[in-house]
């Protein structure tokens, strides 16, 4: 096996701001520690980006777009660099995914398998798409003739959380970059070592100077400057709902940019008393909710269970929650790795005395200190049951291993009780009636319904949510549209002006 703890400890990460294709340190040279979840210990000083860095970058930018250096270029070269990033993702896998196990806690196996090639992935599917996405021509009378064109936006600023950092960072400037965009991208500062090795990777690739630019630093500062900059064309931000209301009256406040939200959600996983397999769904409704440590938006934090099948279904569940190996995140057959950040652990252990409060019984629910990883930021998988589902604990997004069981009797509750929530990002329900999963199916409200299963995803389809999960969508050709404005140009191709009769 890979010793991954002496590959970190030789690791010397890339720490800079990455502006106009140069690495350089923040002009007032400030900085902020990054630290690692899985020993809570120092790992690199980070360049904090101020007003000014933001400023430098988003000019950089625009500069790039006006000049046509990305924005004009040949659609084929285009391909062939962002073409090229994916494969250097995939030839620096191990880097990357070190980088980002040791700074978000993701266990290294996931990393390597699943958030380096996923975003590499992402980063090909939207070079592929460059020269196979027509525009349209429309059924006018035959003396004009008027196309309907994509255009590009501009200056795209990219605000990503630290959850899943490399995969969220590329299912943005993938599709932005393809539609000949330039991307100024500020990561969260618990996470930004891999998007800095991203961008060097992007340089390497051929990516022109200015075109991608990344900017670590806080929010309140750094996300506000890009969120207010009035040369930023469109903010495309993945966080929580908070934030996402304030970049909204950023731009209203500014130059009335667009702004897409991806925000959180309270993803109800529905099992109806006819389910199939309840082995096979105690296992995906454990996995819904475990992976990554629950911090996943779209994770199915609820289980709105039939009272006919609640008893064999949860058993099962917090056995499969107990089997799962949680530990450090740097050894090969973790499954379960550590929680992001300090402050994200304490928030998620409150809930426990919550749901005490609020009458739940809790399976679970306490800190885990891994031997040698003492002051590491680790939570055993966690089942309440008995949840009120109007309670604090029914409707708040922890973003922990934490899953609320509320008991329902057929269908109809089943739906009301689910869409009990502010959120709409994605639900599943589990049944063996196709009637029955077409029907509920239609009736969640949620930007992605599984039947049968839960968390299949793809760049091929949009990833989004209904209600405060947001109002944008990721991957997918309906997020390069979204990178992209529509253009009509009317052409006369007859003897006389043309008339609109
Ligand atoms: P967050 O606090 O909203 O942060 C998201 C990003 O916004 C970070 O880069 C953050 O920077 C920045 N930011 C924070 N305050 C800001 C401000 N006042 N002005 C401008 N930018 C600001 O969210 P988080 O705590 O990092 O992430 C967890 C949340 O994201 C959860 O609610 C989760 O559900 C949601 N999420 C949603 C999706 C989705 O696709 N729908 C995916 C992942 C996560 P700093 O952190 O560096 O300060
Ligand atoms: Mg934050």
Redesign the pocket.
């Known amino acids: 096996m890979t010793d991954w703890i002496a590959r970190a400890n030789a690791l010397t990460p890339e720490t800079r701001l990455f502006i106009d294709g140069e690495f350089r340190p923040a002009l007032d040279g400030a900085t902020f520690d990054t630290i690692a979840p899985r020993h809570g210990r120092f790992i690199a000083a980070v360049s904090a980006a101020g007003e000014a860095d933001v400023d430098a970058a988003v000019r950089a930018a625009a500069r790039a777009f006006e000049s046509g250096v990305w924005s004009r270029a040949d659609r084929r070269q285009r391909q062939r660099v962002l073409l090229r990033l994916s494969d250097l993702m995939l030839e620096n896998l191990d880097e990357l995914a070190l980088l980002e196990s040791i700074d978000s806690g993701h266990p290294i196996g996931d990393a390597r398998g699943v958030d380096v090639p996923n975003a590499a992935r992402t980063v090909r599917w939207y070079a592929e798409a460059i020269d196979k996405v027509y525009d349209e021509v429309a059924p006018t009378p035959r003396n004009a003739l008027a196309l309907v064109t994509r255009e590009a936006l501009g200056v795209i600023g990219a ?6 950092p490399l995969i ?1 960072t590329a299912w943005k400037i993938a599709p932005a970059l393809a539609a000949g965009n330039s991307v100024v991208l ?5 996470t930004s070592l891999s998007a800095l090795k991203l961008a060097e990777l992007a340089a390497e690739a051929g990516l022109p100077a200015g075109v991608l630019s990344v900017v670590p ?4 500062v750094a ?2 400057a890009l ?1 207010r900059h009035p040369l930023v064309d469109k903010i495309t ?8 209301r ?2 909204l009256s950023y731009a209203g406040e500014s130059n009335g940019k667009q702004v897409a939200l ?4 309270k993803s109800p996983q529905v099992v109806l008393a006819d389910v199939d397999d309840i082995a096979a769904c105690a296992s995906s409704v454990a996995w819904g909710i475990f992976y990554n440590s629950g911090q996943t ?2 994770g199915g934090s609820r289980l709105i269970v039939d009272e006919r099948v609640h008893d064999e279904l949860v058993a099962e569940v917090i056995k499969v929650g107990r089997e799962l190996v949680l530990g450090d995140p740097l050894n090969e057959s973790t499954q379960i790795g550590a929680i992001a950040s300090a402050r994200q652990l304490e928030r998620v252990l409150a809930y426990t005395d919550i749901a005490e409060s609020e009458g739940a019984i809790v399976y679970g629910g306490r800190r885990v200190r891994p031997e040698g990883l003492d002051e590491g930021y680790y939570v055993e998988p966690t089942v309440f049951t008995g949840v009120d589902n109007a309670g604090r604990i029914g409707q708040e ?1 922890i ?1 922990g291993p934490a899953l609320a069981v509320t008991t329902v009797r057929g269908a109809a509750e089943a739906v009301r009780v689910a869409n009990q929530s502010e959120y709409g ?1 994605a639900a599943s329900v589990w049944t063996s009636n196709i009637t029955t999963a077409h029907t509920v199916a239609r009736e969640l409200n949620a930007g992605t319904v599984w039947v049968n299963t839960f968390d299949v995803a793809d760049v091929i389809t949009p ?3 209904f209600k405060n ?2 109002n944008g969508r ?1 991957r997918s050709l309906h997020a390069f549209d979204a990178y992209t404005a529509l253009k009509t140009t009317w052409i006369n191709l007859g003897d006389s002006p043309l008339s609109n009769n």
């Not at 931000?237 to 996402?244: E, M």
């Not at 991806?262 to 959600?265: A, I, Q, R, S, V």
Request: aromatic share 16%; proline share 9%; net charge negative.
């Open positions: 605000v990503v959380p630290w959850n899943y969220i500020k990561p969260a500062e618990l630093g806080f929010g309140p996300g506000q969120g931000f993945t966080g929580s709902p908070a934030v996402g304030g970049f991806e925000l959180g959600g938006c779209h997004e973003f990002l990833f989004g949510g999960s947001g990721d």
